[in-house]
Structures are given as structure tokens and as C-alpha cells.
């Protein structure tokens, strides 16, 4: 497990066993995400390309329209004698 050091605070991050040149890690402790950038030694700078795809969520409005109406129907019971 190796380790490098955060180019934005200069915390450890864990790179794994075999880190590749590209792979991007998030620094535990800024939050920051970071790409490998040298494996000897292993070094880590902010990613150059920035095509991450941001989702947004919209929040929809939903109308409640709830009519309820209660029918009851009364059936009269009519003795026959
Ligand atoms: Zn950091």
C-alpha cells in the first residue's frame, strides 16, 4: 500500500498497491481530488482535464390535487309483511 502526498494540503493519500498514471484519488483530508502524475516516486498534482459531468438535480414541483368525495349510499331496508 503506498501512499502519497496531497498536492493541495500535503496529507497522505492512500495511492493503493499499484497506482497508474491517470488515476485520481480523493485526499481523506480535503476532499480534493487528485491524479497520479509520477509513479517514482509517486506524486500527485489536481487533474488537468476537467470533464466531470456535474448532475443536477431539478426539483419538480408536484401539485397534489386530491378531490376526495364520499358517496355512501344509505339503502333502506324495507319490511314486507
Ligand atoms: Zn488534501
Not at 500500500?1 to 480523493?26: D, H, I, W, Y
Request: aromatic share 10%.
Amino acid at each position: 500500500m503506498a501512499f502519497a502526498a496531497c498536492a493541495s494540503c500535503g496529507a497522505k493519500v492512500n495511492v493503493g498497491k499499484n497506482p497508474e498514471l491517470g488515476q485520481r484519488f480523493t485526499c481523506p483530508s480535503c476532499d480534493d481530488v487528485m491524479e497520479v502524475v509520477w509513479l517514482d516516486p509517486i506524486e500527485l498534482d489536481w487533474p488537468i482535464d476537467d470533464d466531470e459531468d456535474y448532475d443536477d438535480y431539478d426539483d419538480e414541483d408536484f401539485e397534489d390535487d386530491e378531490d376526495l368525495e364520499d358517496d355512501e349510499d344509505f339503502e333502506d331496508d324495507e319490511e314486507e309483511g
